[in-house]
């Protein structure tokens, strides 16, 4: 088909590949509804290339259950190099995505890796091309992937793709429906009517191009009527081919369809081919457009339909080997209860070594539907593997089901080592669904079943038992089941375990020995580096950093902190960078950089992600220190905290009850009741409950902090360990204060303690709130001096700059500073952490605002109203 209305998307390709041909790589992803002509731009991108461009092709496929790492296999097949399917684990698939990556941009030649229909991926398919997307520098390679952007899927699967990847390294195409204009030129001669044409279509590039192609004099009421128009026209033998083609989702092979066909095969696929129904893919046929397959499979009758699937199923099954995803897809399709039961459970442990966790889920539960006759021990054994599966994905309740059933074999055959260990990890269940209480039952109840049994199992409970009592502060519990479990992994050598525990023993010295304790965590995280243990290493910089920001040590914990990003971005742990990221942005509010923090904001916290039922610390998109900061940043401008912030930090109160959850919670709805944004009320309860259960104040000092604030009268134990600007405030110091936020380079910390003296010190207070932005902040401190008669209250900033001029956004001034300095839209999107295609619409939005038409004209006009 002809391109039309595609000259700048086809351009933006070419650049791209000349770029990669100089070893600047680069991640395009073509995006649009479906049928809107992703794949025929890829088609003439591709014949446009030099002879020697090595193109390697890949696609998802639309089955019951996402092949994992479908595509992967097809760029191996085309490379000619071998995938090993034994990835176990973490480590493994690290290692099998590195060989696919030196295997496909090893040669001198410029590869293009194109995979079509992200929005069919699987999540192992969408680590992997997020493993290449982050690793093209400096490699002459280009990789395309396509996908819908009108499927929920399609917009989830791309963000998780591009998390972490390079804006500038990043183009996205976003293909529009076809004009008017184009829809006429495409009709013509064809006698049809164009406008109808249009109207029927709606400009769909694959719809009008199916619609001219039907041969009918006038416009059908759907394109799903015209291919079956030209489905009609064919012989039986071709309909029959079509018929069968149109049940194997993506494309068929050919010697299938000879086989489903009979007699007259070859020539009936050779009808196909000459009238345009079935396009040939080496060894395969297939259909134009998915569309046009759906609208062949739709038309068939349910009968003739089943009779298909079963045809499909039992010439996968004479094959023999591979085809497992396949087979199952179709046996589902007509309720073949033994060939599921044969297949599921090896497909879900499949799926599960190759990372593909959320298929692997699918796999179980469908395992667990048609399930196999097995004892009681490999019942139990694969029921936690279904847990364990589950976990990782997120769905912990359906873990906490799983693992509950694994639980009632072993009480019942009487197994109590294994027993013991599932209460261990019912424990950890419970805790990610933020059922705290259970948690600690499940956790105090291992520990008991294990205490006859010296073993590894023993050890892991302990330092499960530890972990708790360390996340809920009550430090004085925290030594004796995490020195017991240190004992015990140093003598069954479970170096793995001592790391755990090492961790949580650490942890807990923070009043009692600070140095000892960052002594201790140090040799966690080395013993885990060591091991290769990406989890306990990602972890112990969490702790690491959280550990400083409790000691008010902010340059340590920022370095911590970034370690543990690039770290985690190193090794695929996106949960932890996500985490960690929110965590930064909390250091660098600490340290008065807030421009800084906001960019980090939206690295852990994306508003735009959907919204789990389950909520963790970190799921997909989001993280509770990354909302956190939202929330912080938020009140203090005056801005609305985004709901999507809002609703996640609420689910986590839930069941909460947990002192690292409480004491943030109530400080910020503390923070929110001063500026009156909140009921003083209720927010005094919720500091004066976490004060009262805090075993030393030194471990909640924030909440102790906005109760004393809101109630002056409250009453509060003070301790020697509790951090000296906490204490100077709360024995009425505000001077004392104010001196010691301010060698801690904390400025915000420092204006709210100036906040409380006299009138130089409030004057002194608003000049630092309004430099860090905090507007609303300085307000509140404005209105308590007017209220107290306080004369020379400073004035709020110019309206023009208070509001930020002509209405621009925190965000477009950050831009506007950019251009002001030369920089590119991908330089500015490398500073603020955005695309360059959000730094173009910010771009847009400031021209149109301050009434210029360039770039050099806006940054003018800037300088001379002194906003910059």
Known sequence: MQLHERAE??????????????????????????????????????????????????????????????????????????????????????????????????????????????????????????????????????????????????????????????????????????????????????????????????????????????????????????????????????????????????????????????????????????????????????FRHEIARLAVESSLVPSVRRKLHEKCLALMEAEGAGFSTRRLHHARQVGDENTLRLLAPQAAREALEMGAVREACAFFDLALKYPQPMSDPELAEFLEQAAWANYLVGTNNRSISLQSSALEIYRKTGDALKEGDSYRKLSRYHWLSTKIPQSREFADRAVRALANHRGPELAMALSTQSQLFMLDKVFSRVGEPAREAIALAREFERPDIESHALNNLGQSLALADPEAGRQMLRESIAIAMRLNDTDNVARGYTNAAFYEIDLLNFPDAEALAQKGIDYSNNHELDGYKLYLSGALAWILLRQGRWSEAESLEEAGFASDAPLDEEIQFFTSGRSFTGACAIAWLATRRGNPIPEAVTRFL????????????????????????????????????????????????????????????????????????????????????????????????????????????????????????????????????????????????????????????????????????????????????????????????????????????TRGEAAAKARKMDIL
């Not at 009979?262 to 396009?279: F, K, R, T, V, W």
């Not at 008669?789 to 309206?799: E, H, I, T």
């Open 9 to 286: 998307a086809l351009r933006s390709l070419k650049e791209r590949f000349q770029a990669a041909l100089d070893g600047h790589g680069s991640c395009i992803v073509v995006q649009g509804e479906a049928g809107i002509g992703k794949s025929t731009l890829l088609h003439s991108f591709v014949g446009s290339l030099p002879e020697d461009a090595r193109v390697l092709r890949g696609a998802c496929e639309d089955l019951s259950i996402a092949e994992p790492l479908g595509p992967l296999w097809d760029l191996a097949r085309e490379a000619g190099w071998q995938l090993n399917a034994d990835l176990g684990g973490t480590g493994g698939r690290l290692a099998a995505f590195t060989e696919a990556l030196a295997s496909i941009s090893a040669l001198t030649v410029p590869t293009l890796v194109i995979v079509e229909d992200l929005h069919w991926a699987d999540i192992a398919t969408i680590d992997f091309l997020k493993f290449v997307a982050r690793r093209l520098d400096g490699r002459r390679l280009m990789l395309v992937v396509t996908a819908r952007s009108d499927d929920p899927r399609g917009r989830t699967n791309i963000r998780q793709m591009l998390s972490g990847v390079r804006p500038d390294r990043v183009n996205r195409i976003d293909l529009k429906p076809l004009s008017r204009d184009a829809v006429a030129k495409l009709a013509e001669g064809t006698g049809l009517d164009a406008n109808a044409l249009f109207k029927v279509t709606n400009g769909n590039a694959f719809y009008v191009s199916e619609l001219v192609k039907s041969g009918l004099s006038q416009v059908p009421a759907s394109v799903e009527d015209a291919v079956l128009a030209r489905l009609e026209a064919l012989g039986r033998g071709a309909r029959n081919v079509a018929e069968a083609a149109s049940v194997l989702p993506r494309r068929a092979e050919a010697r299938f369809l000879i086989s489903i066909v009979g007699a007259g095969g070859e020539d009936a696929i050779e009808e196909c081919l000459l009238s345009g129904i079935l396009e040939p893919q080496g060894d395969f046929l297939a």
């Open 650 to 853: 609420s689910a986590f109160m839930v069941g909460a009850d947990e002192m690292q959850r409480l004491n943030v919670h109530a400080s910020i709805l503390g923070e929110l009741a001063w500026h009156e944004r909140a009921d003083r009320d209720d927010a005094v309860d919720a500091l004066r409950r976490v004060v009262q259960r805090a075993e030393n104040v030194a471990l909640a000092p924030e909440s102790a902090i906005w109760l004393k604030r809101l109630d002056p009268g409250a009453k509060i134990v003070l301790t020697p360990e509790l951090g000296l600007p906490y204490k100077r405030e709360l024995e009425g110091d505000w001077a004392g204060a104010a001196e010691a936020w301010s060698a801690l380079g904390a400025p915000f910390d420092e204006a709210m303690v100036l906040a409380q003296g006299d009138e130089a010190a409030r004057r002194k207070a608003i000049a630092i709130l309004t430099r860090l932005g905090a507007t609303a902040t300085a307000d509140r401190v404005r209105a308590a001096m007017r209220s107290e008669g306080m004369a020379d209250v400073p004035a709020m900033p110019r309206s023009s700059t208070r509001e930020n001029p002509l209405g621009l956004t925190n965000r477009q001034l950050d831009v506007l500073r950019a251009l002001n300095e030369g920089l590119s839209n991908a330089e500015i999107g490398i500073r603020l952490f955005v695309s360059p295609k959000t730094v173009d619409h910010h771009v847009s939005a400031i021209l149109a605002k301050l009434d210029v038409s």
